[in-house]
C-alpha cells in the first residue's frame, strides 16, 4: 500500500504563487506515475498534471504554462509550484499515485490540500 501526504495549501492573492508537497511512504517502488488533482464546490475532480517514472510531464490545459510538477530523486515526495493564480484555482488539490502490482494497477488518493485564491 501507499500513503500520500500533502502539504503547502493556503491562502494567496491572485497573480501570487504557491507550492504543494506530496509525500510518498509504503511500498513506493511500485509506483510509476503520480499527480495532481483538484475538486472545486459543484464540479468534476480534474487533472492538474501528472508525471511519470520516466519523468514526462502533463499539464491539464488550464494550468499549461503556470504550474510546474517536479518530483524528487528518491520518489518519495511530489511538488506542485503553481505562478500567476486565478480565481478559478481555488479548489482542494489531491495527489495521486498508480500503484502497479503485476498486472493490477491501483490508485492511492491523499487527503487533499486547500488552496484558495482570493482577488
Known amino acids: 500500500q501507499v500513503q500520500l501526504v500533502e502539504s503547502g495549501g493556503g491562502w494567496v492573492q491572485a497573480g501570487g504563487s504557491l507550492n504543494l508537497s506530496c509525500v510518498a511512504s509504503?511500498?513506493?517502488?511500485?509506483?510509476?506515475?503520480m499527480g495532481w488533482y483538484r475538486q472545486s464546490p459543484g464540479k468534476n475532480r480534474e487533472m492538474v498534471a501528472v508525471?511519470?517514472?520516466?519523468?514526462?510531464?502533463h499539464y491539464g490545459t488550464p494550468v499549461y504554462g503556470r504550474f510546474t510538477i517536479s518530483r524528487d530523486g528518491a520518489k518519495n515526495t511530489l511538488y506542485l509550484q503553481m505562478k500567476s493564480l486565478k480565481l478559478e484555482d481555488t479548489a482542494i488539490y489531491y495527489c495521486?499515485?498508480?500503484?502497479?502490482?503485476?498486472?493490477?494497477?491501483?490508485?492511492?488518493w491523499g487527503q487533499g490540500t486547500q488552496v484558495t485564491v482570493s482577488s
Open positions: 508525471m511519470t517514472n520516466g519523468g514526462s510531464a
Open positions: 509504503g511500498r513506493i517502488s511500485n509506483i510509476n506515475a
Open positions: 495521486k499515485a498508480d500503484y502497479q502490482d503485476g498486472f493490477d494497477l491501483y490508485h492511492y
